[in-house]
């Protein structure tokens, strides 16, 4: 069984705080994505990365930042703090080939104050 | 980019099949089908994934008409552990960019 987790299920943070959230998988996928989802806007792609050290820019990039050193791990890191990030955050991966699904965590719930 | 369309909401009573119809008009040749499941406060759940025609396992079955604009998912006898937030999602994992969640369909049984 694939097994996504993260490193917090709630955070409380204030504005203007670096906050990092990691995400480790244990199923050697290449995939792995970050996901903010907010009531009534689904789930939006926030960045995701391919391979160790490669990341692109999914729909909404600007305010956060990624780092993927090792393969099992992705960190979405929020430079300044700020009340509209307040969301869930989910991360997931996938293996690389072309229909494989996304397995996801169980989501860490972040406030800014 | 293939956005989706669904329905908002839906309700249905124990028992009942329900049908939730996906809406994908610029899928492009690669991208294949997808639905999750999300329940409260946990991370989306894979149910089932389709290039064309029909598919089927222990847990739905997806529709899939020729010209792939659309897509069904089919839930038999739903229970009220249906209850959930069911997305419709296309595109091509290679790619993670590729792959837009809409705002889903929010299923409710009732007893």
């Known amino acids: 069984d694939v097994k996504v987790t993260q490193s917090s299920r709630y955070l409380v943070k204030r504005t203007g705080e670096k906050v990092f959230l990691e995400c480790v998988q244990d199923?050697?996928?290449?995939?792995m994505f970050w996901y903010r989802q907010d009531p009534g806007l689904g789930l939006r792609l926030i960045y995701f990365s391919y391979d160790v050290k490669m990341k692109e820019k999914g729909d909404i990039p600007e305010g956060y930042s990624v780092s993927r050193e090792k393969k099992e791990r992705f960190s979405l890191i929020l430079e300044s703090a700020s009340t509209n990030q307040t969301s869930m955050y989910l991360c997931?991966?996938?293996?690389?080939?072309?229909?494989?699904?996304?397995?996801f965590g169980p989501g860490t719930r972040l406030l800014v104050l | 980019l293939a956005k989706t369309t669904q329905p908002i909401s839906m309700d249905s009573y124990e028992g009942q099949e329900v049908n939730i119809t996906c809406s994908h008009n610029?899928?492009?040749?690669?991208?294949?089908i997808t639905w999750y499941q999300q329940f409260p406060s946990q991370g989306p759940r894979f149910i089932i994934q389709?290039?064309?025609t029909k598919v089927t396992n222990e847990v739905a079955s997806l529709f899939i008409p020729a010209d792939r604009k659309s897509s069904t998912l089919s839930l038999p006898r739903v229970s009220l552990s249906d209850t959930a937030v069911y997305y419709c999602?296309?595109?091509?994992?290679?790619?993670?960019?590729?792959?837009?969640f809409g705002p889903g369909t929010r299923l409710s049984v009732l007893p």
């Open positions: 199923m050697d996928h290449e995939n």
């Open positions: 999602l296309v595109g091509d994992s290679n790619y993670g960019q590729n792959f837009v």
């Open positions: 610029n899928i492009a040749t690669n991208d294949y």
């Open positions: 997931a991966s996938s293996l690389t080939s072309r229909k494989e699904t996304q397995y």
């Open positions: 389709g290039y064309k």
